[in-house]
């Protein structure tokens, strides 16, 4: 009786407006949880690139069935041109084919990463309380298993088929670690080109000018003594080409001081040069 009353009199009826320590103590009663440092974060984004791949299986077709497809042609088309046999040939192939197979594979990164940003995602995660540059490296993170799964791939291919490294166990663990620590650095370029290119096929078909001629124009077939001079001097300044020498050279149970440290020079100069450019370009998004 008394609301009806107060409505028709026209006067306003009270509403009660908590303030803000009671809200405090009904929407967050106990401590607010610490800020995640930037390893957590990371780590975190990685869990989620590998949740994709749990939602999502045909996204390992390019880790499993492509290595393999590139593994039994090569081998097999110039094996018994380029060597006494196919077997005798995989003993030289087989660990620049790995690093071929695993270098391509790092365009996916900035593929992905444009398909999120088109899709609206990372939107929402620059205004996340983390780390700004999380959910990037985190990308990433996830994005070395396809690496190792690859090269794991690869050299299970590769066994059957009659490759034994000299190296034993500890040669092949130290020439995929030296392919995943590049393959982790290179993929900052494919994270540059997903922010700036408006298009997942224009991320691919970049990467594809880019990659074929680091890939095929390197020591990964044949010996570049064989080569004429002025592709050798292209080919000698291949980082493709030290990553491929330092690879054999673990697997074969030695070192080769002089490409290693041309690799991990290359790498630390991807990770300085596009890594800066990448989260110049991200924050200004």
């Known amino acids: ?9 026209g006067r306003a009826p009270s509403v009660y407006v908590p303030s803000s320590e009671a809200l405090a103590t009904v929407l967050a009663p106990g401590e607010r949880p610490a800020r995640p440092n930037a390893l957590s974060a990371s780590l975190t984004f990685g869990w989620r690139a590998l949740l994709k791949i749990k939602h999502v299986p045909e996204q390992l077709f390019d880790v499993t069935a492509f290595p393999i497809i590139m593994v039994l042609m090569f081998t097999y088309l110039f094996g018994g041109a380029l060597a006494d046999s196919p077997r ?16 391509m594979i790092t365009m996916y990164t900035g593929v992905g990463l444009n398909n999120d940003i088109e899709k609206g995602v990372f939107d929402r995660f620059r205004t996340l309380p983390v780390w700004r540059p999380a959910a990037l490296v ?5 994005d070395v298993l ?7 791939v690869i ?15 500890a040669g092949v663990v130290a020439g995929i670690a030296l392919l995943v620590v590049f393959s982790f650095a290179f993929s900052w370029v494919w994270t540059f080109f997903g922010l700036v290119l408006r298009s997942e096929k224009s991320v691919m078909g970049v990467s594809m000018m880019v990659l074929f001629p680091l890939t095929f ?8 003594a064989t080569m004429p001079g002025w592709l050798q ?36 100069g991807f990770v300085v040069v596009f890594g800066t450019l990448t989260m110049r370009r991200y924050n200004r998004r």
């Open 1 to 9: 009786m008394s609301d009806t009353a107060t409505t028709t009199t």
């Open 88 to 103: 005798a040939y995989l003993q030289f192939f087989l660990p620049g084919i790995m690093v071929t197979s695993v270098v």
């Open 138 to 142: 985190g990308m990433i993170f996830g």
């Open 146 to 152: 396809r690496y190792i799964l690859a090269a794991v």
């Open 155 to 169: 050299l299970g291919v590769g066994l059957a088929l009659g490759f034994r490294p000299e190296g034993g166990l």
């Open 217 to 224: 124009l390197s020591n990964v077939f044949v010996e570049p």
């Open 233 to 268: 001097a292209f080919v000698k300044v291949n980082p493709v080409t030290h990553l491929v020498a330092s690879v054999r050279a673990a697997m074969a149970g030695s070192t080769d001081a002089t490409n290693t440290m041309w690799l991990l020079l290359w790498s630390a």
